[in-house]
């Protein structure tokens, strides 16, 4: 595995972290409802991790695509 794909792996581990902290969140807000008054920091802080993650995974993954693409392509010979 190099660079990009070690990087990759990062980037899918953490876009599955912030999910789970997301997805924890939302429950003990559906379940407790809590009324701290950081609350509505916590979840906007764990939203923004998660997109943070989601965009840093995609755009690692479009990137690989891509190079693969233009790898097979290359190795085809024209």
């Known amino acids: 595995m ?3 794909g070690a990087a990759e ?3 899918k581990k953490a876009l599955g972290l ?4 997301a997805a924890l ?3 003990a807000d559906a379940v407790w409802n ?3 008054s950081l609350w509505p920091a916590v979840r906007i802080g764990a939203s923004t991790l998660f997109t943070i993650a989601l965009v840093a995974y ?3 993954w479009i990137s690989r695509k ?8 290359a ?3 024209d």
């Open 66 to 73: 891509r190079r693969r693409s233009s790898d097979s392509s």
């Open 34 to 36: 809590p009324s701290i």
């Open 25 to 27: 969140l939302n429950l």
């Open 18 to 21: 912030s999910f789970v902290l």
């Open 2 to 4: 190099g660079t990009s």
């Open 58 to 60: 995609l755009v690692l």
């Open 75 to 77: 190795a085809g010979g």
């Open 9 to 11: 792996a990062r980037a």
